[in-house]
């Protein structure tokens, strides 16, 4: 794995369910303010990795920093190690160029932002190197630093099965209760295994809502994609991208009363049948709302049998 930017399904619905205080909400344009910021400094990053100038792009990073390459397992610990490190890539492989983009960034506090984006790290006499990464940016100062980060390739995939085999363990039926609200949902295989298909039911204080999920492959983008649907009429998409044994699920939505919301769910597998959900940088027309604690949720049903059902119907001897 070579070290290129980074050193290298919602759950639960994004419905809004009570507004914070205004004095608790971050204002909409300094984030605005601080997200075009970020943009700036990682284009500069580029800048300076092109330069082959392994100190300067050292100096994007926090002193502590840790980068893992999710491929090797590799971690490289400290700014100062991950200079010798791109000191010695730059003199194997002078003329490396690196491009990339910024997909998403979530303002979790005024001085704390979530990135994701992807680089293809173009060499000499061989095929251009694409990844994806994820990243935390602490603010010293005027400066974002990058503090921890954590990368992988983009593999071929050929078939929707193939992109989406790590999500089948979902299979099954699931079931959360929260103070805010309580979610019964069912995953299963569409026909073919071409998608997986939730249905849910939510129950926020005297109100029922139900919803359909669909996740997908996009060959176009290479990357897994959903779309959801509501009862209220409110509908949003979205994509999926795995990191450790977390997923990041990140979400848009027109909401039934004409509001835009947006949001991160990060929902990690504790076990085979425990998960934890939490959203983080959601927003309701454009105002930052407070992070929640974690949601625990956990398997009612067994998932052999749904499997087992959901490759019946696929083949066409259920109905």
Sequence with gaps: MIRTITATAVWIALTHVGLAQPGNRPDASAASAEQDSIHQRLASYLEAFNQQDAAAVAAFWSPDCVSTA?????????????????????????????????????????????????????????????????ATLVKEGNQWLITNSRERDVLPVTSPQDALKDLEWLIGTWEDQSEDGHVVTTIRWAPNRAFLIRSFTAYFD??????TQVIGWDLRNRQIRTWIFHSDGSFGQGTISKHDESWMIKMSQALSDGRTAAGTQVLTRVDDNTITVQVIGETVAGELLPTADPVTVVRTADASRSSTDGAANAEGVNP
């Design 70 to 134: 999710e491929d090797s397992g590799e971690r490289i610990v400290g700014r100062e190690a991950l200079q010798r490190h791109f000191a010695e890539f730059f003199q194997e492989s002078p003329g490396a160029r690196l491009v990339g983009e910024v997909t998403d960034i979530q303002i979790v506090r005024p001085d704390v932002a979530v990135i994701e984006g992807r680089t293809t790290l173009v060499l000499a006499d061989v095929e251009p190197v694409e990844t994806v990464f994820a």
């Design 206 to 211: 005297d109100q029922e809502q139900q919803g």
